[in-house]
């Protein structure tokens, strides 16, 4: 489905034509700092005038996503002009995203806005204030019967500098690829776990092959196949549900051409993402509250999915291989049991003490086969593994684990420009011996301490050496918990920022 309802273009003056019946004059949109500064002097002499009398009349404070609005009434050769506080401007770039979403609950109910954007709120805020504009008008009703009415928003003008039009022309298209992106993934993660099981999760990679035909095909494989592959941790968390597990894996041809026969990715960047359509916790039950947002135990696929589609809409110029770990974890007399050991694809026994550190297991394969089968320069994967992250770092940032000092400053840096937050965990060898196993080459869970390290430990077992890695922990930012319960799409923006700053 579209991102949103509504067309957005980026302009260097604002003019405005006379209203018709059909066609009012746009709402425009005015942010005011923290000490009542209007923000750019891009508007027409009577809106900065309108603005300031305004911001006087109402006492309005310019507080982080307060808002105020003169309709103009009595004129209606007037647009309406809207105030909104942008807070303070040391903290602009952390709250720009609480700035976009205060700007479309004004606009919402308009059929046009327009939006002007000052020297201050600079070019570099551009992009996450589109993105976060974008996810503003996000709904997710597929089951409902009677939906809420639709927004009435259809267009938004962005005024810009006239002398960086066409850095805001190309902000634009990049920010509106990572929106697509970040919808489906979270499109993806909302639906139930009945509707989407591991194939129908599978099915969605291959509807990426046919929506962008060009740069993208699909390869899913099957039990039967991974059985011959040798993936028995992968197997030891699906065999318990009827629903067949699934690997998908995506190639994306941005720099390579897909149309010669004897394409091959060159040196491409791999995404692997966990696709737990349900978690149960397996024999090891986790407890009934709350259970059923274990629906969102495959964020980190659909975060995968969501950024391939973010690459392919963007064009970005660069190879890159996506695997998806599609499975359902579930008790049943043929699940498995702790205490049991299996073999991972490259050989390494591992001894289960808990079913439900499962995502770890259908990970461990995956990594194992984009090693086998991809010369990678680089291996990123995004899990929903552990309530210890949470603890330790709550839904602001992503715990960040890495092997390589290049990829933890790049990732670093795009998190940064996102928005879209992690954290450098540790990776010390002492954290590595919890899960020495006494029987088997490795146990699957390390103790109580420590958890989102152990975890992390237990991936990088898998590794080989001199490849570069990063585990990205999304349990946190992945959804949002209480009365929304929704999935947030992290952190599709930080990697398509990532694989842009690297293409």
């Known amino acids: 489905m579209p991102a949103h309802t509504f067309q957005i273009s980026v302009k260097n003056t604002l003019t405005l034509k006379k209203a018709t019946k059909n066609k009012p004059l746009p709402i425009v949109v005015v942010f005011v700092s923290d000490e009542g500064q209007i923000l750019g002097n891009l508007g027409d002499a009577q809106?900065?005038?309108r603005a300031t009398a305004l911001i006087q009349q109402s006492h309005f404070k310019g507080t982080l996503g307060k808002s105020v609005t003169d309709y103009a009434l009595d004129d209606q050769a007037s647009p309406a002009i809207s105030i909104v506080g942008v807070g303070k401007l040391d903290k602009l770039a952390d709250n720009i995203a609480k700035v976009a979403v205060a700007t479309y609950d004004v606009i919402k109910n308009?059929?046009?806005?327009?939006i002007l954007w000052g020297d201050t709120i600079c070019q570099i805020h551009f992009t996450q204030f589109v993105t976060a504009l974008i996810g503003a008008s996000y709904r997710f009703e597929h089951h409902k019967t009677k939906p809420k009415d639709a927004d009435t928003l259809r267009e938004i003008v962005i005024i810009s500098n006239k002398d960086t039009q066409t850095d805001y022309d190309k902000a634009l298209v990049f920010a509106q690829a990572t929106a697509a992106g970040i919808t489906t993934?979270?499109?993806v993660a909302n639906e139930a776990p009945n509707v989407l099981n591991p194939s129908e999760l599978a099915k969605k990679a291959k509807q990426l092959a046919k929506d962008y035909a060009d740069t993208v095909s699909v390869t899913v494989l099957?039990?039967?196949d991974m059985k011959k592959l040798g993936m028995g941790c992968f197997l030891a968390v699906s065999q318990g549900s009827d629903a067949e597990g699934k690997l998908a894996v995506i190639e994306y041809y941005g720099k390579s051409k897909k149309s010669d026969k004897k394409a091959k990715l060159d040196k491409p960047f791999a995404l692997v993402g966990k696709g737990l359509t349900f978690d149960s916790g397996g024999i090891s039950?986790?407890?009934a509250a709350g259970m059923e947002e274990m629906k969102f135990d495959m964020g980190g696929a659909a975060s995968i999915l969501g950024t391939v589609r973010a690459v392919a809409e963007a064009g970005l110029e660069i190879d890159l291989v996506a695997v998806l770990a599609c499975a359902e974890n579930m008790p049943s007399?043929?699940?498995a049991r702790p205490g049991d050991v299996v073999t991972a694809m490259n050989g390494t026994t591992v001894e289960i003490l808990n079913t439900d550190a499962e995502g770890r297991l259908?990970?461990?394969?995956?990594?194992?086969?984009?090693?086998?089968h991809y010369d990678a320069r680089i291996i990123i994967d995004t899990a929903t593994l552990t309530g210890a992250c949470v603890i330790a770092l709550g839904s602001v940032r992503s715990g960040m684990y890495s092997n390589d000092e290049d990829a933890l400053f790049a990732l670093q840096a795009a998190s940064e420009y996102t928005g879209d937050l992690v954290w450098h965990m540790p990776l010390d060898d002492a954290y590595d011996e919890q899960i020495n196993s006494k029987i088997a080459d490795v146990q699957n869970i390390g103790g109580r301490e420590a958890?989102?390290?152990?975890?992390?430990?237990?991936?990088?077992r898998f590794i080989k050496e001199g490849q570069a890695w990063v585990h990205l922990d999304i349990a946190g930012p992945a959804w949002k918990s209480g009365s929304t319960n929704t999935a947030s799409g992290r952190p599709v923006a930080l990697l398509t920022q990532y694989l842009r700053s690297q293409a």
């Open 110 to 114: 308009s059929q046009s806005a327009a």
């Open 451 to 460: 958890g989102s390290v152990t975890a992390a430990c237990f991936l990088q």
């Open 362 to 372: 259908v990970l461990c394969d995956a990594l194992c086969y984009v090693q086998e």
């Open 47 to 49: 809106y900065i005038s």
């Open 185 to 187: 993934a979270r499109d």
């Open 333 to 335: 007399s043929r699940s």
């Open 222 to 224: 099957n039990e039967k």
């Open 285 to 287: 039950l986790k407890p």
